[in-house]
């Protein structure tokens, strides 16, 4: 099988595409220097010179407002120029394949190409067709991998709990789909977590994912309980009706978290949520709202996980 | 012309024939004894039948850019491949007597392999209304086929197999439930989870066999089913032959050496259909062919052009070029197994001779003289420029396989030598 192909012939990271196959310390080193970035977005004057000169083009070949603007922010802190190209609505429309797109790209001179692609895999496909001096960071591809999300999760767990080791982690929804669970999953059984659980309904949870090292539950009591960590996953609204479920009123009676539900985990278990969220339908507003929520600071954390993402793969 | 081959070591899978000796060709045929104007050293080579491959696409009419009868033949015979049938699932598709006679006077205008076309079962493969099977029997279709095509309605299943079988027409069916495998690029499994692939899972093969298993017993048709990719169907075709039901199947190279695990990081060459599936189902498949439950091997050749695989994993158009390899993967699946060279040289001459229905594939006197002549030790690298195929597809890319064909005889002539 080929050599990872987001490491470099050292064993640094040239690309970001996925966090399976990431050695711990790359984890630990993209953490690290987030850290160090947080200061910098809390400060009056939000830059760093760190990719002064640098471009970064943001390749959206599936509409993102909210990724797409913390990238956006992430580089401009990184004082790069920033390019931003909703190609889901030109030159795919216009016939043009994917790595033609990529190769124009490329001859402006690019230097971090920013992808999120429907299709899983995308990004393999364009890191393997760049030029050696370009990199390109995983923006979410299909169901696969948002490596940044799953990032910014973990920073998020470290920032609150300090270390990974003893934690119990459940996460809850549609898994199936969903690239935020599985790019987070790697990442929590990379780090030492004891216990991952997902939570849902066998319609919803994809087959032979215990091989990921996680406990499956179909009863979200259960699996909520003595629980550190708690991650809603979206649910999308195309989801709600058909042959996975039969409504959204009966998914949130058995699968949202309300305060009763939360009762089971920790007292001190923090609520996560990538976004955007469908309240009433995952997730109560008072849990949403509530002391255990952090899907605000999550956020916050996300721009400075997206700079120590970029400032380590131009580094290198 | 008259030819001598000397020296080499005939393996004769129909008579279990394997010793060095001597074979002469007189008249197109094989023949015990004669005379020669030309004489083939084979001293160090296997002499064997030229192989049968009951599945490649050479796609003409209508696909010429990603591949030609004249580049495949090419790479046919360049693998030992002496007798092709070819799936109707050309561009138009092949439900016409017009069409077959066309690609049948193409190809015997190259002189190279034999072409066998496979016809579709159903117009355009749409699975609603069945062709003229008849028509294109006499027009040299050997059987009636859906290639990769959905037939969706069990009924029309039904009654092209009661129709088929009235005129006693083989028909060749992969099977796979249209509903559960709708949407689906891999197999249903660990790996499809971790690369967030919609998966196919086992199932939509078991129970399709089910099916037609459920309608060959209502109707008495002979089905042949094509590449098995799971354990469960191996299992399924195992019980309908000890039953005596008229099926045979087959599997394809990939399926008998590949898995999910080997998609790394959705190598888009490793998009076939069938899915590869998991490591117990490729062992059951290699299992069921050397015990029977499977009958043959086919390379399931299918190039693509570049722009076909330069694509993200589920876009990327399936298939892999595999005349070529046809070969050197039967004899890599016949060393795994430890296979005597004739029992293993059986499941691409003899065995799919019986399924095609054709008097090639054995070396007695008097059969059609088509061989292949091939040094079993020497090795090919897999790589674009060894490939004479138009399609460079294949996840074999980089592998050093030995087995390398020297002569290709077709009906007593040489139409190849390196």
């Known amino acids: 099988m080929e050599r990872n192909p987001q490491l470099n012939a050292k064993g640094e990271l040239q690309h970001l595409l996925s966090i399976e196959g990431l050695p711990r310390e790359i984890l630990v080193q993209i953490l690290d220097t987030a850290e160090s970035f947080v200061g910098v977005t809390e400060r009056e004057v939000k830059k760093v010179p760190i990719l002064r000169g640098k471009s970064v083009f943001n390749l959206f070949f599936e509409p993102s407002t909210r990724t797409r603007t913390t990238f956006e922010i992430a580089a401009k802190r990184l004082s790069a120029d920033v390019i931003n190209l909703n190609i889901a609505v030109s030159s795919q429309t216009k016939g043009e394949s994917l790595l033609d797109t990529v190769a124009n790209l490329s001859a402006m001179q690019a230097d971090i190409f920013v992808v999120r692609h429907a299709s899983s895999g995308a990004p393999f496909l364009i890191a393997r067709n760049v030029k050696p001096h370009e990199h390109v960071v995983n923006a979410g591809d299909g169901r696969h991998a948002h490596p940044t999300q799953g990032l910014l999760d973990l920073y998020t767990i470290r920032h609150y709990k300090k270390e990974f080791t003893s934690l119990r982690v459940a996460v809850v929804g549609d898994v199936l789909h969903s690239r935020v669970a599985r790019s987070l999953i790697h990442g929590l059984t990379t780090l030492g977590v004891p216990e991952v659980r997902v939570i849902g309904p066998q319609t919803l949870v994809p087959v032979g994912v215990e091989s990921m090292g996680v406990r499956v539950f179909h009863d979200m009591r259960e699996g909520l309980r003595d629980t550190d960590v708690v991650v809603m996953l979206r649910l999308q609204n195309e989801r709600m009706k058909g042959a996975l479920l039969p409504s959204a009123q009966e998914y949130f009676k058995h699968y949202g978290l309300t305060l009763e539900k939360l009762a089971l985990a920790r007292p001190d278990a923090i609520v996560m949520h990538p976004g955007p969220m469908n309240r009433g339908v995952e997730i109560d507003s008072s849990v949403a709202d509530g002391p255990h929520s952090v899907i605000l600071p999550q956020v916050t954390f996300g721009i400075a996980v997206r700079m120590a993402v970029m400032s380590i793969v131009a580094g290198n | ?206 129970i399709a066999v089910n099916t037609i298993l459920e309608l060959v017993r209502a109707t008495g048709a002979r089905v042949h089913f094509c590449r098995l990719s799971t354990a469960g169907a191996v299992e399924l075709l195992r019980a309908a032959k000890r039953e005596g039901l008229p099926v045979t199947s087959d599997v394809g190279i990939h399926h008998l050496h590949l898995c999910d695990r080997d998609l790394g990081y959705f190598d888009p060459n490793c998009r076939l259909e069938p899915p590869l599936r998991s490591q117990r189902d490729r062992d059951a498949l290699s299992r069921g062919l050397e015990e029977g439950a499977i009958d043959c091997i086919c390379s399931d050749h299918t190039p693509v052009d570049d722009d076909g695989k330069h694509l993200p994993f589920a876009e990327a158009e399936p298939g892999a070029t595999g005349l070529e390899l046809l070969l050197p993967l039967t004899l890599k699946w016949g060393e795994a197994r430890k296979l005597p060279l004739a029992k293993t040289l059986a499941r691409i001459t003899s065995d799919a001779a019986r399924i095609l229905g054709v008097t090639q594939g054995r070396l007695a006197p008097g059969a059609p003289a088509d061989i292949a002549i091939f040094d079993p030790s020497a090795t090919l690298r897999v790589a674009p420029e060894n490939l004479k195929s138009q399609g460079k597809n294949t996840p074999f890319l980089g592998y050093e396989l030995a087995g390398r064909v020297r002569y290709t005889l077709v009906a007593g002539g040489v139409i190849y030598e390196a």
């Not at chain 2, 393996?11 to 060709?25: K, M, Q």
């Not at chain 2, 076309?117 to 027009?139: D, F, H, S």
Request: glycine share 10%; with cysteine.
């Open chain 2, 1 to 206: 012309m008259r030819i001598q081959i000397k020296n080499g070591r005939i393996v004769d899978p129909a008579s279990g024939r394997d010793g060095v000796g001597d074979l002469y060709i007189a008249d197109g045929k094989i023949a015990a004894e004669g005379t020669a104007d030309r004489v083939i050293d084979a001293r160090g080579m296997v002499v064997a039948p030229g192989f049968i491959d009951i599945s490649a696409r050479l796609r003409e009419p209508g696909f010429e850019y990603k591949a030609t009868l004249d580049s495949e033949m090419n790479a046919a015979v360049a693998g030992g491949v002496t007798s092709i049938a070819c799936p109707p699932d050309t561009d138009p598709v092949l439900d016409e007597p017009g069409l077959v006679d066309m690609l049948r006077r193409r190809a015997k205008a190259l002189a190279r392999a034999r072409v066998y076309p496979i016809g579709a079962l159903t117009v355009k493969l749409e699975g609603e209304r069945l062709t003229e099977m008849a028509e294109l029997a006499e027009a040299g279709c050997v059987a009636f086929s859906q290639a990769n095509a959905a037939l969706v309605d069990t009924q029309v299943l039904w009654r092209a197999l009661q129709y088929a079988a009235t005129f006693r027409f083989p028909v060749w069916l992969r099977a796979e439930e249209a509903a559960l495998a709708k949407g689906g690029v891999a197999h249903d499994g660990e790996v499809a989870t971790r690369l967030g692939l919609p998966g196919i899972p086992s199932f939509a093969e078991i």
